[in-house]
């Protein structure tokens, strides 16, 4: 499987962005589907996973992000997306999609750089 990031940008604090992830190859090998960040001189954080296939999506949030982030997916798109929404400066970071869980050895994007500042 193959992901390629878009839609990161610059924002002022409390503003919105929708990242998307475009996925090829063989996603459904993958139970889930997910976004992470990594911001200079800091761990990789996950931030928001989803079940592939037709089913009812399943979603998972990491505590830093629920209520503020939403993660969807197009089936029909193989795409993947996170809407995010009262951004903070914190959330500046590079953004990137992979398989749930993590995996060092999995696929996944370059990224896409966030950036919050006034």
């Known amino acids: 499987a193959q992901f390629v990031e878009s839609g990161g940008g610059l924002v002022q604090p409390g503003g919105s962005l929708r990242l998307s992830c475009a996925a090829s190859g063989p996603i459904l090998d993958y139970y889930a589907i997910g976004w992470f960040r990594q911001a200079p001189g800091k761990e990789r954080e996950g931030l928001a996973c989803?079940?592939?296939?037709?089913?009812?999506?399943?979603?998972y949030y990491a505590d830093s992000v629920k209520g503020r982030f939403a993660i969807s997916r197009d089936n029909a798109k193989n795409a993947f997306y996170l809407q995010m929404n009262g951004l903070k400066l914190e959330d500046t970071a590079v953004y990137y999609c992979?398989?749930?869980?993590?995996?060092?050895?999995?696929?996944r994007g370059q990224g896409t750089q966030v950036t919050v500042s006034s």
């Open positions: 989803i079940s592939t296939g037709t089913s009812d999506a399943n979603t």
């Open positions: 992979a398989t749930c869980p993590y995996s060092d050895s999995g696929p």
